[in-house]
């Protein structure tokens, strides 16, 4: 396998894609393929691991991140003395000392989550942010904005310093990364519960699957979208601020699923973005339309 072709498909495909802040930072989504392409980790990383799902395998970017965190600068006089005694060792010490210069860069984390007051006064309110590798290789962010009357957090798993920064329990971390797939509607609910503030706004974008050739797309998949490369960049939204629900997720409409029973004034969107081979634009929007799905194609370049 071309390794390199890959990680670089992957790449065109976020930068086509353009992720917002509902998705996982572009800037650390890059930044973890650079970590993986052998010519800068060499054979650090190894073996080549990739998911069913098209996207990097957990074991290959755990490997990667190890190695990263293992890596430290060679000074270039023993890289010479390396060089001049085994090469195979100068190798993987180079390897080392480019990982070494990519440890001031934001790679994805496994698991992450980070919290921002976003006011004080009449009411309190956070924002939550949530990042997650999983076990079938996609990258998921979680936003939860919550919101209650002042002081509400004093009693609760969301704690306000004095200097401004915020303490979350370590609760908070579990129940998001327990509910990774869980209908967006009970999650919802599930935090209301778990903090004692209500939920404003809920998001959760994905970004995975990456379709090529050769790849089992699934069952109701046209074999006609392997025939180049897709990468997807899905999201849902709960909010106030969605006065229409829609559903234009053509995976989600594939799996036939019954509508979900959202909490009180609160719609839903279900959207999947396509970074795609530019012979695949028009097959993908045919497809989708015959599910009831008004998609959006980036042409991948």
């Known amino acids: 396998m071309n390794v390199g072709g890959y990680l670089g498909a992957l790449r065109a495909g976020l930068r086509a894609l353009a992720p917002n802040a509902d998705f996982v930072p572009l800037a650390e989504a890059q930044a973890t393929l650079d970590l993986l392409d052998p010519a800068i980790s060499g054979d650090l990383a190894a073996p ?30 023993e890289l010479d003395r390396a060089r001049r005694l085994d090469p195979a060792i100068a190798t993987r010490m180079e390897a080392r000392d480019r990982l070494a210069a990519l440890q001031g860069q934001g790679c994805l984390p496994t698991s992450r989550l980070r919290g921002a007051v976003r006011r004080r006064g009449a009411t309190t309110d956070f924002l939550l942010t949530f990042d997650r590798m999983t076990p079938e290789a996609t990258w998921v962010r979680t936003r939860v904005d919550l919101t209650g009357p002042a002081g509400w957090e004093e009693a609760g798993p969301i704690q306000l310093n004095r200097d401004g920064t915020v303490r979350l329990h370590e609760g908070l971390s579990h129940l998001l990364g327990r509910h990774l797939n869980t209908p967006i509607g009970a999650l919802c609910l599930q935090l209301q519960d778990g903090t004692g503030a209500l939920v404003s706004r809920l998001s959760r974008g994905v970004v995975g699957p990456f379709w090529f050739p050769g790849q089992e797309l699934g069952a109701g998949v046209p074999a006609e979208l392997g025939r180049g490369l897709t990468l997807h960049g899905a999201r849902e939204i709960l909010g106030r601020e969605v006065l ?30 396509f970074a795609a081979s530019p012979a695949l634009a028009a097959p993908l929007r045919r497809w989708a339309q015959g599910l009831g799905c008004a998609i959006t194609v980036a042409k991948l370049r």
């Open 48 to 77: 080549v691991e990739i998911d069913g799902s098209g996207m990097p395998a957990l074991s290959w970017l755990l490997r990667a991140r190890g190695a990263l965190a293992a890596a430290e600068p060679v000074p270039q006089a």
């Open 244 to 273: 229409r629900s829609a559903e234009n997720d053509p995976l989600y409409a594939l799996r036939g699923e019954r509508p979900e029973i959202l909490p009180p004034d609160l719609g839903l969107v279900r959207e999947r973005r």
